[in-house]
Every structure is written in structure tokens, then in C-alpha cells.
């Protein structure tokens, strides 16, 4: 067990608090400025988590972060401080000795206060968009032109915004239901932060014959006041990525992430596509993970097993 206080336990994701005496025993999770988020092996469809984990997905989402961080995104303000398993060992004394549990796939991050909003950008009309525009002729509440098909490209990339559901899928509301809620100014910078963020990653992709569909961002607001890009960017989880050379109009995409899982799991006449899951053969498995690890060589150029995490900080406090 991993000894931190935990916050949050979601679907793939657990979120621990870090006192501010580095795990010591002494600091209350409510004075913690740091947090250690963990991305576990678990996969979820339908918004069931299955029982068999899939080895190295956790490691894929948070080190394809990491990598976009260090690579594409610079200059974008974000709250990572470390994913490398030295430095949050040495930032966090109580984490020496359980490294199985946190190694490769752990982030130690700046606490933000996070924004009520999934800031969805979409380059390409497809899932929830597609579904949207069939029924009403729009995307996020506004009018697209007529005649569009499914997986038709989006020209400009269109900000899709979204609540944060607590239970069920999150739901899609306008950007002017973003200002309502945030603010005109907070609302617009978030908008055109977003979309530079998937331009950049959208041109990156294409040189890897790679297309970038849509992606969900999100941010908080640091202690300072500065507007923080977190969680996970870019990942398989949070992104569509779609193979260049199977790419066609009028349908949907064969997808780089967990569509094998979602294939086998529509192929079953017998699972009502709730909680318990069915059983997932190794053969499943086993094919979810090379996906995983396929989108991350194929994006990176490196093999997982031989990708050195970056460095983002000079030196970590403790």
C-alpha cells in the first residue's frame, strides 16, 4: 500500500495527498501543497472497471504526459514536478520501500483548485460530436454547416466544453454556459488555450502518420492564482488517435487505445454493459497493452522499456 493519505480513487486514477512533511507522519492532508497522482494498470468500458489489469498502461499515461510536457509544451504552465522514481522517493521519504506500487507510473504535482470543466477540443466529427450533430445540426450547442459525415475533419478545431459529472458520463454545455460559470475572461483564455495545445499536438501527430481527433484538457487554478495545465495530456485515455492509413469518411476510426477491449466487449450477447464485468480472456489483454504500447513508440520514437523520464525540476524540495 502506497502510505499517503488518499483522496480520490477513480476509475484508473487515485490521487494521494503529500504532507508537507513528505509523508513523515506529521502534516494533515488539508495543509499538503503536493499531491502524488497514480495511474494504475486498471481499464475501464462503459464506465465498468474490469478486473484484470493491463500491465504497463499506467506507466504509457503517465509518461506519454511526461513526454509531451517535456517535448511539445515548454512554455505551457503545468503542475508537474517530477515522474521520475529518484527524485519523488527523495521528495517523499514515505514512499521508499513501495516502489512497486508507484514506479513509472506516479507524478508528483502541484495541488491546484481544478475547474469544473473538461475542456474538450475536436478536430474531426466523430463519438459524442457526430452523435450531436446527426440529432441537431450542431457541435456544443452551435450550428455546423449542413451535410457534414461522420469523421469529416473540422476546420477551424471547434472547443467542445463539458461538466465534470460526478457519476456518469460528463455532459456536453456551450462555451457560453463556460462563462456563466467561470467567467468571460477565464472562459476565453481556457478556450484558446486549449486549442493551441491540440494544434501543436494535432501537427506533431501527423508527422508520426498519426491523426489527433479530439482530446480533453483540464486546469486549476494554483495557490498563486496562475492557471495550470494537469492531469493527464495527451494520453490514449483522454485522446483519439487514429492511424493515418486506415483513416476514411462515413464511418467510424479503428482507434490507437483500448478498442480492443471495446470490441470483445460489444461481441458479448450476454453482458448487460454494467457492473460486474465479464471475465477478459489474456489474449484481450495481452492486446490492449500492445496497443498502449504501440501509440507511445509510435508518438515518441522510443520503446517504453528504454524511455528515460524527463526532468522538470532542478531540484525537488522535500
Same mark, same amino acid.
Given at each position: 500500500?502506497?502510505? @499517503? +493519505? ?12 503529500? +504532507? ?24 475501464? &468500458? ?33 503542475? !508537474?514536478?517530477?515522474?521520475? $522514481? ?7 521519504? &514515505?514512499?521508499?520501500? =513501495?516502489?512497486?506500487?508507484?514506479? *513509472? #507510473? ?12 473538461? =475542456?474538450?477540443?475536436? *478536430? ?28 469529416? %475533419? ?8 463539458? /461538466? ?26 481556457? #478556450? ?22 479530439? $482530446?480533453?484538457?483540464?486546469? *486549476?487554478? %494554483?495557490?498563486?492564482?496562475? @492557471? ?5 495530456? !495527451? /494520453? +490514449? ?14 464511418? *467510424? ?11 470483445? @466487449? ?53
Amino acid at each position: 500500500m502506497i502510505p @499517503l +493519505p488518499l483522496l480520490f480513487r477513480g476509475k484508473v486514477r487515485d490521487v494521494y495527498a503529500v +504532507p508537507n512533511d513528505g509523508g513523515a507522519g506529521n502534516g494533515s492532508p488539508g495543509e499538503a501543497d503536493r499531491l502524488l497522482l497514480v495511474a494504475s494498470d486498471r481499464v475501464s &468500458a462503459f464506465d465498468v472497471v474490469m478486473d484484470e489489469p493491463v500491465p504497463g498502461k499506467g506507466r504509457v499515461l503517465t509518461q506519454i504526459t511526461a513526454w509531451w510536457m517535456d517535448t511539445h509544451l515548454r512554455d505551457i504552465a503545468h503542475h !508537474l514536478i517530477s515522474v521520475r $522514481t529518484g527524485e519523488i522517493r527523495e521528495a517523499v521519504p &514515505a514512499l521508499a520501500g =513501495c516502489e512497486g506500487e508507484w514506479a *513509472g #507510473r506516479a507524478s508528483l504535482v502541484r495541488r491546484t483548485r481544478p475547474l469544473p470543466v473538461e =475542456c474538450v477540443v475536436r *478536430g474531426y466529427l466523430s463519438g459524442s460530436a457526430w452523435k450531436e450533430y446527426r440529432e441537431s445540426g450542431t457541435l456544443a450547442g452551435e450550428p455546423l454547416q449542413p451535410g457534414l459525415i461522420e469523421s469529416d %475533419s473540422l476546420v477551424p478545431a471547434i472547443f467542445s466544453p463539458a /461538466t465534470k459529472a460526478q457519476e456518469g458520463h460528463d455532459e456536453n454545455i456551450t462555451f457560453g454556459d463556460v462563462i456563466e460559470l467561470l467567467g468571460a475572461d477565464l472562459a476565453h483564455r481556457l #478556450r484558446d488555450r486549449s486549442i493551441d495545445i491540440y494544434e501543436r499536438a494535432r501537427a506533431v501527430a501527423a508527422r508520426r502518420d498519426i491523426i489527433l481527433a479530439d $482530446t480533453k484538457f483540464e486546469f *486549476g487554478i %494554483s495557490p498563486e492564482g496562475e @492557471l495550470l495545465l494537469i492531469d493527464e495530456v !495527451l /494520453t +490514449p485515455d483522454s485522446s483519439r488517435f487514429w492511424p493515418k492509413e486506415h483513416y476514411r469518411t462515413g464511418r *467510424g476510426q479503428p482507434s490507437l487505445d483500448k478498442q480492443p477491449l471495446r470490441d470483445y @466487449l460489444n461481441g458479448l450477447t450476454d453482458w448487460p454493459k454494467q457492473y460486474p464485468p465479464p471475465a477478459l480472456p489474456g489474449d484481450v489483454v495481452d492486446a490492449i497493452g500492445d496497443r498502449y504500447r504501440g501509440v507511445f513508440e509510435r508518438l515518441t520514437g522510443t520503446a517504453l522499456a528504454d524511455y528515460e523520464s524527463p526532468r522538470f525540476a532542478v531540484e525537488v524540495a522535500g
